[in-house]
């Protein structure tokens, strides 16, 4: 029962019967209502026949598309058969997305333009942050792609405006089952290569991570990356709309501009997973924080990777680690890196446990301090400086070959200690 609950708790707010073509409050409606009684009242009930009832009557079909200049709003639709209704504008839209719902089964549909009271903040805060969920554990996803008629040809899919939204990258990612406004009349085009492999052309996104995606903090830059060619009408929306990729929960506040909307989420992924690949970007700071990006299209370009080391490269590496230094001073070295708290935000001020430069030469400062000697690394000006034992020797040929690092500690206690 537990698990059937669950799903009912994933359900939108507000549905539309398809039978009825009425709005509902979903958890208010009668049959709700009935299914809860009969559970509490008889509680030797069989949850095969609940998971009936509950397949049945209370699955839904939410609709993916882009919006038009004209949709239907809740105001337009409250108290009203929408079937009835003149086909002007988006009630032509909506009118075809619940007889299309009714006509493969199912009792109750939910489309983002009107199943959203959009006066009342509490509501639309709670959509928000709730939306990735409800298609996630949507029964099925249609997506209505106004640019793609049935009769279109392959490529058609690639080409469409659909790829390019920013709300409808969570709507495409997150349904485990969806099918298109288009001939195919497969039960779940998620299962059809040949339409994944196109829609993962268009989208940068590997085919196979379309199917088994996970939200959370995993893959963080590359889900940016995913991310960071698609637009949205408010401009909030570019980071609002990747609440759920994430699965983050935050405060919806519109007019507080993207800066300041995608600065929250990078610190939120930061804070909570202390992964600092978000970091990598290339373009124009933010006025939030100048350690991120002020637009989501700085993360384009691929995150950075290190190629792996062979198990061959390894041995030779600490091979030659243990003729050129201390073991006991790199152990010690290494246990104090270890002990360094995560990275995190705090007062929007960026706090790394320590900062790393490429050595790019070093040689002695003759004349000077014993153990002394002049570096240059990378992002830093000419140093000087002085360690606790001698540095091997380091040809430039040998520079190339490895690299020397600088870190810094940002933690004054092991500054203390180093």
């Known amino acids: 029962l537990g698990k059937l609950w669950k799903e009912l708790e994933y359900s939108p707010l507000r549905l ?41 009557y209370f699955c839904c079909v939410l609709l993916s598309h882009r919006w038009e200049e004209t949709e239907a709003v809740l105001p337009d639709i409250q108290d009203k058969v929408v079937y009835e209704l003149n086909r002007l504008g988006g009630i032509a839209k909506l009118q075809s997305f619940c007889k299309v719902a009714r006509d493969a089964g199912y009792r109750w549909a939910w489309m983002d333009t009107c199943c959203i009271d959009k006066r009342s903040n509490t509501e639309v805060q709670e959509s928000v942050n709730s939306m990735f969920v409800w298609y996630r554990h949507s029964a099925l996803t249609i997506v209505y792609l106004s640019d793609v008629p049935p009769s279109s040809k392959p490529g058609a899919l690639a080409r469409s405006i659909w790829n390019e939204r920013g709300w409808t990258f969570q709507e495409f990612i997150a349904p485990k089952d969806w099918s298109l406004y288009l001939g195919d009349r497969s039960p779940s085009h998620k299962e059809s290569s040949a339409i994944m492999k196109e829609l993962g052309n268009a989208t940068g996104i590997d085919a196979q991570a379309l199917v088994t995606f996970r939200p959370g903090m995993t893959g963080a830059r590359e889900k940016l990356q995913w991310a960071s060619k ?63 990006p002020a637009h989501i299209t700085s993360y384009t370009t691929p995150p950075r990777t290190l190629p792996p080391l062979s198990d061959d490269d390894i041995r ?41 430069f ?61």
């Not at 800066?259 to 939030?288: C, M, T, Y």
């Not at 001698?390 to 940002?410: D, E, Y």
Request: proline share 4%; aromatic share 8%.
């Open 230 to 292: 698609r637009v949205t009408t408010l401009q909030e929306d570019v980071a609002y709309s990747l609440f759920g990729i994430f699965g983050i929960t935050l405060p919806v506040i519109y007019g507080e501009r993207r800066q300041n909307a995608l600065g929250r989420l990078l610190q939120e992924i930061v804070a909570r997973s202390g992964d600092i690949s978000v970091l990598d970007w290339i373009g124009q700071p933010s006025e939030f924080n100048s350690c991120l």
């Open 358 to 418: 490429c050595v790019t030469e070093v040689g002695p400062n003759r004349g000077l301090v014993q153990d002394t000697y002049y570096m240059k690394a990378e992002g830093l000006n000419d140093l000087l400086i002085t360690t606790k034992e001698p540095l091997p020797q380091f040809s430039h040929a040998r520079l190339n070959r490895r690299t020397l690092l600088l870190v810094r500690p940002w933690d004054r206690a092991a500054r203390l200690h180093g």
């Open 16 to 56: 539309l019967n398809t039978s009825t073509a009425q709005m509902s409050t979903f958890k208010t409606s009668a049959e709700y209502k009935e299914l809860l009684s009969s559970t509490t009242k008889h509680s030797d009930l069989q949850t095969g026949l609940i998971t009936d009832v509950v397949a049945t």
């Open 316 to 356: 030779t590496q600490v091979s030659s680690l243990r003729q050129t230094m201390d073991t006991d001073l790199a152990l010690e070295f290494y246990k104090q890196l270890e002990q360094l708290s995560a990275p995190r935000f705090a007062n929007c001020r960026l706090h790394l446990p320590c900062i790393s």
